[in-house]
């Protein structure tokens, strides 16, 4: 995925390869997708119908560098609701560039999906955070910063055109003010508490790295109102609603910044620690997802969406 | 990506044809800073050109040569010129030279620039000796496929600058009257200077002297397991609100002038250094 120009035929033309490519193989169309993050990956195990294709061998999907990302896709039915997993997910620490951080919403969109749940650990900023707690994401502070190839941000994330050359069938978001549905955040939180775990409604700094960020980094963020930070998931919640996909942001904290804590009390981050993390709490992502996937699968509801939510025609 | 390590094999290769020890610590000199390679004694100097790989630096009051020798009686290897983001050089190719000081068996990486203070309490001239730092250069050395046998995926940033030689720093510099703050540096792009609200905004998001440089180098240096400190010189005094025009011969001046106290204070932290 290294085309010199980013044109939106091009862009349209290697998500509907990749979806061709699943569609052969899947029988069911996903209505839901799940991106999982660091240690979310045997989620996947609690699908009924489970069937993994590897992103090796599907057309235009990123070969992955990260630690604890498997990078197959998993398709099957979870609580009757034809879902697709994302194991493993593109980062830009990784080098990938802001089109193939959005590869994934583009190909849950052409193959029809309506809703993504994107999760990720992260480090918890906010004062009342402990590690296992979730956030259920109601926005993000995008601090990815580099736009790599110089055009237009407009057009390297979403790859739309830019206003002036709007076909009809690609329509700008009305606004970014909800990049999260309103709805799905609800949902989310009422699932935390039915199964008694702390969820809270948080906003995401997402951060390049590789590195974990200093103390005075985590002061920043924690001034400029972020109550968790990771390197991922702001770049396809973007791409997902610009679709007109309803999105959900679940970010599991697996470490405390503490940046004002005497020194010694500071344990340093390993990415072995986050992973377990992330992976100790995993149960409560699951009955979130879960939540997610029975209310999707009511019929009358998907209708209902359809009409609100559905901005794009989903391509032929 | 994987192709560092052997940029780094031939490179060390041939700077052990010329001088062959094992260096103790790595040194970056910055603005007005050079001088210090002078003090090093029985030196064999190095062009970067020379240097499998290494750019070539172009900033102003840079020289462009690798200086390996004795310093306090330890070998050290001084980089008299640094590489900048603004050069428009990659990040990769920035922080090469740290890799080179690691391979080659230093333990330790010392750092020094010219900056911009923020802080009111600080004066022109005084000396911040690095406790953190905030990377504002949208960019970071480690993206890409990370090779292990030069560092982890994800290094911890909790103590970028060795606490132990942070207080012995400023330890030196109370005993030699030298005007020596901690602070918080926060490492822009440039190579404009700021503006006014930047400067504001800076300040208010913690930071206490803003430069171009030494991030990248840093975060490099903990990826590759060297301890890491770093000195600024405050060569001019940015306060948002009573802002002069930057003139770039005194910031030189006044970088010039203070180099024999940073000189003092590298040399001391070298010396007490058991690494």
Not at chain 1, 122 to 136: E, P, Q
Not at chain 1, 174 to 183: E, G, I, M, T, V
Not at chain 2, 55 to 72: D, I, K
Not at chain 2, 107 to 120: F, R, T
Request: glycine content about 10%.
């Amino acid at each position: 995925m290294k085309a010199d120009r980013f044109t939106v035929a091009a862009a349209c033309g290697e998500a509907r390869s990749a979806a061709e490519f699943i569609r052969a193989r899947c029988s069911t169309a996903p209505r839901l997708g799940v991106v999982l993050g660091t240690g979310l990956g045997p989620l996947a195990e609690k699908i009924d119908h489970a069937f993994a294709l590897k992103y090796a061998d599907i057309p235009g999907f990123p070969h992955l560098t990260a630690p604890e990302h498997r990078g197959d896709l998993v398709c099957g039915v979870l609580r009757g609701c034809p879902v697709m997993l994302f194991r493993g997910r593109p980062h830009a620490y990784e080098g990938f560039d802001r089109r193939t951080l959005t590869f994934f919403p583009r190909v849950l969109h052409a193959l029809g999906g309506e809703t993504l749940i994107l999760t990720n650990a992260s480090g918890g900023l906010n004062l009342h955070a402990d590690t296992g707690d979730v956030v259920v994401m109601v926005d993000h502070i995008d601090w990815m910063g580099r736009s790599r190839g110089g055009a237009g941000n407009w057009r390297l994330e979403t790859g739309m055109p830019p206003f002036a050359f709007q076909s009809t069938d690609f329509q700008p978001p009305a606004s970014s003010l909800h990049f999260y549905d309103r709805r799905l955040i609800q949902l989310a939180l009422a699932a935390a508490r039915r199964h008694s775990f702390y969820a809270f409604p948080g906003v995401y700094a997402a951060m390049t790295g590789p590195s974990y960020e200093t103390r005075a980094e985590y002061r920043l963020l924690r001034r400029i109102g972020a109550d968790c930070v990771g390197m991922s998931t702001a770049p396809e919640a973007k791409m997902a609603h610009t679709l007109g996909l309803k999105v959900l942001g679940l970010s599991t904290i697996t470490n405390i910044a503490r940046p004002d804590a005497p020194r010694i009390a500071t344990p340093e981050t390993t990415a072995d620690e986050v992973a377990h993390d992330a992976a100790d709490a995993a149960w409560k992502v699951m009955a979130i997802i879960e939540a997610v996937a029975a209310a999707e699968e009511q019929p009358g509801r998907h209708r209902q969406v359809r009409t609100t939510a559905g901005r794009f025609k989903a391509l032929p | 990506m994987l192709d560092l390590y052997d940029q780094i094999q031939n490179a060390i290769h041939f700077i052990r044809g010329k001088w062959d020890h094992t260096p103790v610590a790595g040194i970056i000199l910055g603005t007005g800073l050079g001088g210090l390679a002078g003090k090093i004694e029985q030196a064999v100097a190095i062009s970067y050109e020379d240097i499998p790989h290494f750019p070539n630096s172009t900033a102003t009051s840079h020289a462009g040569r690798l200086v390996c020798g004795m310093l306090c009686g330890k070998p050290v290897m001084a980089m008299e010129g640094r590489f900048h983001a603004y050069e428009g050089y990659s990040m990769k190719a920035i922080t090469l030279p740290v890799r080179v000081f690691r391979a080659m068996g230093a333990s330790l990486l010392m750092v020094s620039n010219a900056c911009g203070g923020m802080n009111p309490h600080h004066k022109a001239g005084d000396i911040v000796v690095i406790e953190d730092h905030i990377n504002l250069m949208s960019d970071n050395p480690l993206i890409g496929i990370n090779d292990d046998r030069l560092g982890p995926r994800f290094p911890d940033m909790s103590e970028p600058y060795n606490h132990g030689l942070i207080q012995s720093a400023l330890e030196i510099a109370r005993r030699e009257n030298i005007v020596a703050h901690p602070g918080v540096f926060v490492a822009v792009t440039g190579p404009n200077l700021e503006t006014r609200a930047e400067y504001r905004f800076l300040r208010l998001i913690g930071a206490d002297v803003v430069g171009m440089s030494t991030v990248p180098e840093v975060i490099v240096a903990k990826h590759c397991g060297l301890k890491a400190i770093g000195f600024s010189v405050i060569t001019d005094m940015c306060l948002p609100d009573a802002l002069e025009e930057a003139d770039v011969p005194t910031i030189i001046a006044i970088a010039n002038e203070a180099q024999p106290r940073l000189c003092k204070l590298v040399m001391g932290v070298l010396e007490k250094y058991e690494g």
